[in-house]
């Protein structure tokens, strides 16, 4: 077949192969968020980091929060009373509230990777290579939202950093974001105010209409799912929402028929010690069975 057609035209097909290849994930394995305010691990957390063979923890460093005249803001930086267990590596994470994308802050970038640096710095973080970003951007944010990143990306690797951000399923229909790759968060699907009808943090009803999206986004992504728990009282009531195992066992065979690199490194938020007796052994082989 290829002696029917000109070099030009060979070389044309070679290009749009290239750019249509999905770049792969720069990580595999098991990891867990951490979302504390106080890096402090029990017996029971460090075993479970031993237990599923955690090589990551994604911690949050601070948030930044806006509406202040000031612009936005540090709020909620963590400490760290217990050092980082041997064989784990550290990802600063921090968590952007959307309305802080709604109008370009040119110093940001800098501001905030300076000071991961300098946390690091202070409590003897060592092996960091990689910063990642948590925002619930929308369509009117999107685009100041991908601007700051590609800031984040420029200050990041002038100290030898990557950068992943995390993706929310509605986010799915939107252009790429300029990172190296993204986390696909599965929980915190539906809506909370219809909790009669379906479990707001994770119910496979919710997922499906997105899923299709998936084939063809290109930047490559792993996968976190909820251990968590909600808790709330109305009208008096106690209401407790546990995201069922059907429904994450049936979330995870849904994404990864779609895309196989969703097994590649596999999240659970978050490490806690009640997130940890809320699943059986059983379960967490389940999850992060790759």
């Known amino acids: 077949m290829w002696r029917h057609l000109t070099p030009i035209l060979i070389a044309v097909l070679l290009i749009v192969a290239c750019s249509t290849e999905r770049k792969t994930l720069p990580t595999e394995g098991n990891a867990v968020y951490y979302w504390r305010t106080?890096?402090?691990?029990?017996?029971?957390?460090?075993?479970?980091?031993?237990?599923?063979?955690?090589?990551?923890i994604y911690c949050r460093y601070f948030d930044v929060v806006g509406n202040r005249p000031e612009g936005p803001m540090p709020n909620a930086t963590i400490t760290f009373s217990s050092q980082v267990p041997d064989g784990i590596e550290i990802v600063p994470t921090v968590f952007i509230t959307e309305d802080c994308m709604h109008q370009p802050a040119d110093s940001l970038a800098h501001l905030i990777v300076?000071?991961?640096?300098?946390?690091?710095?202070?409590?003897?973080?060592?092996?960091?290579?990689?910063?990642?970003?948590?925002?619930?951007?929308?369509?009117?944010?999107?685009?100041?939202?991908y601007s700051f990143l590609q800031q984040v990306r420029k200050e990041?690797?002038?100290?030898?950093?990557t950068l992943s951000t995390t993706i929310r399923l509605h986010q799915l229909s939107m252009p790429e974001p300029p990172v190296d790759y993204g986390v696909l968060m599965l929980y915190n699907t539906g809506d909370p105010q219809k909790?009669?009808?379906?479990?707001?943090?994770?119910?496979i009803r919710d997922v499906k209409p997105y899923v299709h999206y998936?084939?063809?986004?290109?930047?490559p992504m792993a996968a976190a799912y909820p251990v968590f728990l909600w808790q709330r009282s109305i009208y008096g009531i106690h209401i407790e929402h546990e995201a069922d195992m059907k429904d994450i066992m049936a979330v995870k065979q849904a994404v990864e028929s779609e895309r196989a690199d969703l097994r590649q490194l596999i999240l659970t938020y978050h490490l806690s010690n009640g997130n940890i007796h809320r699943y059986t052994h059983n379960d967490y082989e389940k999850i992060y069975r790759h």
């Open 38 to 56: 106080d890096f402090r691990l029990d017996s029971t957390e460090q075993a479970f980091l031993d237990t599923y063979h955690i090589q990551r």
């Open 195 to 203: 909790f009669e009808e379906r479990n707001p943090i994770l119910d």
């Open 114 to 145: 300076q000071r991961i640096v300098q946390m690091n710095e202070t409590n003897d973080i060592a092996g960091v290579r990689e910063i990642q970003i948590d925002c619930d951007f929308t369509m009117r944010s999107r685009n100041i939202y």
């Open 156 to 161: 990041a690797v002038k100290h030898s950093l």
């Open 214 to 219: 998936l084939h063809d986004y290109q930047l």
